[in-house]
């Protein structure tokens, strides 16, 4: 089945700075790869996501970049603000077959953006 | 809309008792989902269902059921609980295969 590697676990930055969270995939069939925020003890809600068409999408401060050949995919957020503090997962999932939509998700990615 | 429903909130279970995770959605959505969130870990999927009548295993499905009998409603149920339940389970629907899943407030569930 598919394997979903994320880094880094934790990652901490100034509010104004630039975070980057990496995730890597191993099924080369996976063609749609969302990014869910979660806030403590909330539920996870999307942010962003992208299918296997396309290598980059943006939403203001907000990008992903897809890299199909070597199986990766990141999270770009830009001028980070301290309510951008939560937890992050990336996702995969491909249609057709028995798949079904179904997510595979990385470990997360606990995001802290100080004043 | 109310969006996805879980019931209840929290929940402390004793060793070998059984309960019913309850689910609902309002969006008329056809995929429904059942994952589990350990401390500090991600999701896994514990079962899911395409339309009512329809429900396979997910990555982590031993010692659950769900049914579908409706669009709306997906229970899971715990049989036999064992501490290794111990967990956040959430519950999510999305109208197709790879829209956007909407997630329930969760149920924080306690073995003991």
């Known amino acids: 089945g598919e394997n979903v590697e994320q880094h880094p676990s934790t990652l901490s930055v100034q509010e104004g700075d630039s975070a980057v969270i990496k995730c890597t995939y191993s099924?080369?069939?996976?063609?749609?790869f969302p990014w869910y925020k979660q806030e403590l003890g909330k539920r996870p809600q999307l942010i962003i996501d992208?299918?296997?068409?396309?290598g980059e999408k943006k939403d203001q401060r907000i990008a992903v970049t897809l890299n199909k050949t070597a199986k990766h995919f990141s999270l770009h957020i830009t001028e980070t603000q301290p309510e951008d503090s939560a937890v992050y997962f990336c996702?995969?999932?491909?249609?057709?077959?028995?798949?079904?939509?179904?997510?595979?998700f990385g470990q997360g990615t606990i995001l802290t953006v100080h004043p | 809309n109310a969006g996805v429903t879980q019931t209840p909130k929290f929940h402390i279970l004793k060793i070998g008792q059984s309960m019913t995770l309850q689910c609902t959605q309002d969006?008329?959505?056809?995929?429904m989902y059942w994952y589990r969130q350990d401390p500090g870990m991600g999701l896994k999927l514990i079962y899911y269902?395409?339309?009512?009548?329809?429900?396979d295993k997910g990555e982590v499905p031993n010692g659950y059921n769900v049914s579908r009998s409706t669009t709306e409603d997906f229970p899971l149920r715990l049989e036999l609980a064992a501490p290794s339940q111990t967990s956040v389970y959430f519950c999510?629907?999305?109208?197709?295969?790879?829209?956007?899943?909407?997630f329930g407030p969760g149920t924080r569930l306690t073995v003991t």
């Open positions: 269902s395409v339309g009512a009548g329809i429900t």
């Open positions: 996702a995969a999932s491909k249609a057709g077959g028995t798949s079904y939509g179904k997510l595979t």
């Open positions: 992208i299918r296997s068409n396309v």
């Open positions: 969006m008329n959505h056809n995929y």
């Open positions: 999510a629907s999305s109208y197709r295969a790879l829209d956007e899943q909407y």
């Open positions: 099924d080369s069939a996976s063609n749609y």
